[in-house]
């Protein structure tokens, strides 16, 4: 059986949440990895465990785009599979739709090579499925699969285009957010904000905290919808899913929604001044208090 992984670069480095897409593909035998762009594919090769890198260098990054690509060479494979990343959550379901295949999305255990286990009703519940489609398309969970490694390997790597039309969409360019810290999907640490900070001013309060403990800031829907953070920081049922070795709740309640992107996580700290708030269910600590005092405080422990 062989596997194609899309797999993502930041500038010239393979993203971790890819690196763990195929250590998950490697379950089910040989891996191709595909990558989009012109960076990577040096840095794709030294991934361990692959047989090869297809390079499209040329491919604009649309989704239209590299689902036909994908479509196009998809009879080689038993398994196309990404990380459940936007740009997977992006482009797989069309690969799907193109080769009329039901998609498998957020998976987080590979059972064999027909079955798998993903989360429904907000992560409430996990459901074994079998497919029966010829290709399986899937996309998997980056925390719970170890990220494949970088080493010595040196894949061969084939340039690969494909001649798409895509009449209702026109590539413009690609705007990129830099940070200096960690991505939030794959942070050791994330330290989340929710609309218990007040406003777009003091969410910057976190940043401190953020700093000195390497982390990644996160959000919740209500902080992001309220504009006190980016749509990117939002962790949950319809933002990023997290699973740190510590995350950090700062003011927000813990919705069901928002559990769903972070109840992974090994240990979970909760400030929330109200002590019925549903986070304080699946926090290892909790400190019931006002974030505008304890904030301040934590800033100060840590020396940040
Ligand atoms: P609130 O629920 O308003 O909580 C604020 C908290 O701050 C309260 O618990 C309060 O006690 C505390 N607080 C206030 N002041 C202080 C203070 N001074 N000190 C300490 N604590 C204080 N939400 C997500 O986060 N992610 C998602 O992906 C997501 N997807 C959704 C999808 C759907 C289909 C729907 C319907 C909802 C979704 N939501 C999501 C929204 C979710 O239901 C909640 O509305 C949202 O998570 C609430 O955000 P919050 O906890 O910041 O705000």
Redesign the pocket.
């Known amino acids: 059986m062989t596997t194609l992984v899309l797999i993502e670069a930041e500038g010239t480095a393979i993203k971790k949440a890819s690196l763990s897409a195929v250590a998950a593909a490697r379950h089910f035998g040989a891996v191709d990895v595909l990558l989009i762009g012109a960076e990577g594919a040096q840095e794709a090769a030294k991934i361990e465990g692959i047989t090869r890198v297809l390079h499209a260098d040329s491919t604009p990054h649309l989704a239209e785009c590299i689902a036909a690509l994908i479509a196009d060479r998809a009879k080689d494979y038993d398994h196309i599979v990404s990380a459940a990343t936007a740009y997977g959550k992006n482009t797989l379901p069309r690969v799907a739709g193109l080769l009329d295949v039901q998609p498998i999305t957020e998976v987080v255990e590979i059972i064999d090579a027909d079955t798998f286990v993903r989360p429904i009703y907000?992560g409430s519940a996990l459901s074994t499925v079998r497919s029966r489609d010829a290709i399986k398309v899937l996309t998997v969970r980056n925390a719970n699969f170890e990220a494949a490694k970088l080493g010595d390997a040196s894949a061969p790597i084939e340039a690969v285009s494909a001649a798409v039309e895509v009449p209702d969409a026109e590539y413009v360019g690609i705007e990129l957010t830099h940070s200096d810290r960690p991505e939030l999907e794959s942070a050791r640490v994330v330290i989340s904000?929710?609309?218990?900070?007040?406003d777009a001013a003091n969410f910057k309060l976190l940043e401190p905290v953020a700093d000195k403990l390497g982390a990644a800031i996160g959000?919740?829907?209500?902080?992001?919808d309220a504009g006190f953070a980016p749509n990117e920081m939002?962790?949950?049922?319809?933002?990023k899913i997290v699973a740190p070795d510590l995350y950090i709740a700062?003011?927000?309640?813990?919705?069901?929604?928002?559990l769903?992107?972070m109840k992974d996580s090994r240990v979970i700290v909760a400030?929330?001044?109200?002590p019925e708030?549903p986070?304080f269910n699946v926090a290892d600590y909790g400190l019931v208090?006002?974030?505008?005092e304890?904030l301040p405080q934590l800033k100060a422990e840590l020396g940040a």
């Open positions: 907000a904000g929710g609309r218990g900070l007040k959000a919740s829907r209500a902080a992001v939002q962790v949950g049922q319809t933002g700062v003011g927000l309640s813990g919705a069901i929604q928002h769903a992107g400030i929330n001044m109200d708030a986070i208090g006002d974030l505008f304890i």
